[in-house]
């Protein structure tokens, strides 16, 4: 781990200040867990923020770049590019401290069902996990009572942000068959390209409700299910 300077200090805890107020003008219930983070090389996990228990953990690109744009008072910007960073990862600590709230959602509002599935040997070797989805068997029902899966996988350079996300049949002996992605699942998600587990869809889609709805020039649907 490396340690924060004074500057990213600073801009991180103004920033965690205005992300805090928008949490309380949304969803109050959630501004009571502890904000723990740490601060590694961008060379770790991609450069890819993403969270170890209830820490959120951020590469130097990151903070450096929170610290930069505070200097230069480009504060909304801040905001809409990190403020959704920092909320992102924030719910993924709740869903890992409150999974039965998370689980309802999933399973009783989002179409999720949980169930073992059994992953193809050659897609196996090529996944990544992600730390903050490690438990990939969730499934979507669809409304022709079709079952769909997502996993993400490496491309052929095995950089972690160099991946495809493909969409796999559930068949009936729970084995997974590729196909085309699902014009009915990417409607349902309003299109959020982070949509290959349950978690980074509700990370990304409640992240950037929050943010919306305090006002800020977020990309988000308001009429998204």
């Not at 990939?136 to 079709?146: I, M, P």
Request: glycine share 2%; charged share 20%.
């Amino acid at each position: 781990t490396l340690n924060f300077n004074n500057s990213e200090r600073k801009s991180i805890l103004w920033l965690l200040s205005i992300v805090k107020k928008c949490i309380q003008n949304t969803i109050p219930s959630w501004n009571i867990y502890p904000w723990n983070f740490i601060k590694i090389s961008r060379k770790i996990e991609g450069g890819m923020p993403h969270t170890i228990n209830n820490y959120i953990v951020l590469p130097d690109s990151i903070t450096s770049s929170i610290a930069t744009f505070y200097q230069k008072k480009k504060y909304n910007e801040i905001i809409e590019e990190y403020g959704l960073i920092l909320i992102h990862e924030y719910i993924h600590v709740i869903q890992k401290l409150n999974p039965n709230i998370f689980n309802n959602l999933y399973q009783n509002y989002w179409n999720y069902s949980y169930q073992k599935v059994n992953i193809p040997n050659d897609l196996q070797n090529i996944q990544r996990i992600n730390p903050d989805g490690l438990d990939t068997n969730w499934v979507y029902n669809k409304n022709d009572e079709s079952k769909i899966a997502h996993h993400v996988v490496l491309k052929k350079t095995n950089q972690l942000d160099d991946i495809n996300i493909i969409t796999l049949k559930v068949n009936k002996d729970q084995s997974l068959t590729e196909t085309q992605k699902d014009k009915e699942f990417k409607s349902f998600f309003c299109k959020n390209s982070q949509n290959y587990h349950p978690h980074e869809n509700s990370a990304s889609l409640i992240s950037e409700y929050i943010l919306f709805k305090n006002g800020y020039n977020i990309n988000f649907n308001d009429n998204c299910k």
